[in-house]
């Protein structure tokens, strides 16, 4: 006994149905295993459900010349039956019917009107039917459709077309059923909104550990000088806007912190600022890094990933090193950028993403557009708004706060007593040109750090560019003939020559054993120095 209505054990099977579905935590699956049970009896022909969706194809919709509004419309999600009219009237969700405005035909009155339809005998009311051939050709002789509410709110609507007149029974048990598929449908959404969100969470946390394992300084941009005043006050007009930022400087001038702290100061805040080193991702993998992958995409693919873009939506994606870009990928990322709409490789399906783009190289990109190594469109796309950061030889002003404060940090990270920075190491700091600039001053003052005795740092600084070392030079017997007298831009030209031969007959092995600072018998730091003033670059 069903609401005082005796069933038949034809609906015997309905029972069990009602307790599987709300056990269900996959929509998809719920919603087919409804409409296979409805279906799963001789005189039913058709069991369907359609939910109330924004569409996405209004442009080719069957039902347009009938449909006043863009708006929401009945979207077919699951069908199943034994219909001998074709698979489009059993299993599948494309063809005329797979779309109903709300309000047109019998299946849009029941989500407009929020009440059940029951039809009996279709002879004299086929105004009910979008296809009367179909019916006749099928011997359907009823409709039952129930919509599906969940607090008030009409979900869609479950419908079986029958060969025989609908009974009481029968309209009961669709009755029950809809209440409680609309609200395992509602609980369904809930649980995989809520499972999206947990492994976009667990990303996020895997990437920030990365990150703060990766980290070489925490803080914000530290110092006084023009040039950084500048630079700060350049970041606070574009920071505000969504506009794209090319940050520009030499390696280790602190780009990534101007890009967190364009980040920090944007409407995006409150969302992540995801990074990617594009000159350390491999070629092959630079898809499924910036874009995700599916399982089973490729060799290795074990579970679907998301990529960088994906994890950056609403918030800021950060491109270092973008020069490294491989010039036939730079396309796939100029369409991201102009489109905001990706593909996971392996999949179809397209996904839309809400990103602001923040790069940066210690490339000339104009020279890489000309070699043909980069695209001029796409530079135009990430150089809406360039900024650039000064060398720290150009903001010498600079070094005693980011001293003070790189002693401040070695001293927690290292867990070693802090030092104590004097006026003679300061000056000691800025006399030097820093060519690796603020990461190369790091690494000193925290090598300094862990060296130091009594709490005085004592600096291990590259010889003076000069090119004497110190060493002990024997004097010159004034009765044996004198060396050959060269010119100051010989002398130059000769050292070059002779760091540029040790370099290719080390195959431009700079440091290491077998580097061209052992043959030379150079500190590695002393050679790059001078290879950087020099304008010495292994060939491309």
């Known amino acids: 006994m069903v609401m005082g209505v005796d069933y038949e054990p034809e609906f015997d099977s309905l029972k069990d149905l009602l307790l599987e579905?709300?056990?269900?935590?996959?929509?998809?699956?719920?919603?087919?295993?409804i409409v296979r049970r409805l279906a799963d009896r001789p005189h039913v022909v058709l069991s369907r459900i359609w939910l109330v969706e924004t569409d996405d194809r209004c442009d080719s919709c069957?039902?347009?010349?009938?449909?006043?509004?863009?708006?929401?419309?009945?979207?077919?999600?699951?069908?199943?039956?034994?219909?001998?009219?074709?698979?489009?009237?059993?299993?599948c969700l494309d063809g005329r019917f797979s779309r109903f405005p709300l309000g047109v035909g019998n299946i849009g009155q029941i989500v407009a009107t929020g009440e059940p339809l029951?039809?009996?005998?279709?002879?004299?009311?086929?105004?009910?039917l979008i296809d009367p051939e179909w019916a006749r050709r099928e011997g359907i002789r009823g409709l039952v459709g129930q919509p599906l509410i969940y607090q008030g709110e009409v979900l869609g609507v479950v419908a079986v077309f029958l060969r025989t007149l609908p009974s009481a029974e029968g309209a009961a048990w669709l009755r029950i059923i809809a209440d409680h598929a609309a609200t395992s449908i509602t609980n369904t959404r809930a649980f995989e909104t809520i499972e999206r969100l947990r492994k976009r969470l667990e990303l996020e946390r895997d990437y920030l550990r990365e990150e703060v394992r990766e980290a070489?300084?925490?803080?914000?941009?530290?110092g006084q000088s023009p040039a950084l005043a500048n630079i700060m006050a350049q970041i606070k007009l574009v920071a505000p806007t969504d506009a794209s930022v090319l940050i520009l400087g030499e390696s280790g001038t602190g780009k990534e912190l101007v890009a967190r702290e364009i980040h920090k100061m944007s409407l995006r805040r409150e969302h992540p600022m995801i990074k990617v080193n594009c000159a350390s991702v491999p070629r092959e993998l630079y898809e499924s890094e910036f874009f995700g992958h599916v399982k089973g995409a490729f060799t290795g693919a074990l579970r679907d990933r998301a990529g960088r873009f994906e994890l950056a939506d609403g918030g800021t994606l950060f491109l270092d090193e973008v020069g490294e870009i491989p010039l036939d990928l730079q396309g796939k990322l100029l369409r991201v950028l102009q489109e905001g709409e990706f593909e996971r490789v392996g999949e179809e399906g397209t996904r839309a993403v809400d990103v602001r783009i923040i790069a940066a190289t210690n490339h000339d990109l104009k020279q890489e557009i000309a070699a043909g190594r980069f695209r001029q469109d796409l530079y135009y796309r990430l150089n809406v708004f360039p900024l650039e950061v000064a060398p720290l030889r150009g903001r010498k002003e600079d070094i005693p706060l980011l001293?003070?404060?790189f002693a401040e940090h070695a001293a927690l990270r290292l867990n070693c007593p802090l030092p104590r920075v004097t006026q003679a190491n300061i000056l000691e700091l800025q006399r030097y040109d820093w060519p690796g600039n603020v990461r190369e001053l790091q690494n000193v003052i925290e090598r300094a750090a862990i060296t130091a005795r009594s709490g005085v740092l004592q600096f291990d600084l590259p010889e003076s560019e000069s090119g004497f070392s110190g060493d002990f030079i024997p004097a010159i017997d004034?009765?044996?003939p004198g060396p050959e007298i060269v010119t100051d831009a010989e002398m130059q030209r000769r050292q070059r020559d002779n760091i540029v031969a040790a370099l290719q007959q080390t195959g431009w092995k700079v440091y290491g054993p077998g580097g061209a600072a052992e043959l030379l018998r150079l500190k590695p730091t002393t050679l790059a120095s001078r290879m950087k003033k020099m304008r010495i670059k292994r060939p491309q």
């Not at 029951?118 to 009910?128: A, I, K, L, P």
């Not at 070489?216 to 530290?222: A, L, N, P, S, T």
């Open 403 to 405: 001293a003070l404060r």
């Open 118 to 128: 029951e039809v009996s005998d279709f002879d004299g009311e086929e105004h009910w």
């Open 216 to 222: 070489q300084f925490f803080g914000d941009i530290v």
């Open 478 to 480: 004034p009765r044996t």
């Open 21 to 33: 579905i709300a056990q269900e935590r996959s929509t998809e699956a719920l919603l087919q295993e």
């Open 62 to 91: 069957q039902r347009d010349a009938r449909c006043n509004s863009d708006g929401p419309c009945l979207h077919l999600v699951a069908s199943a039956g034994s219909s001998a009219a074709g698979t489009e009237h059993s299993s």
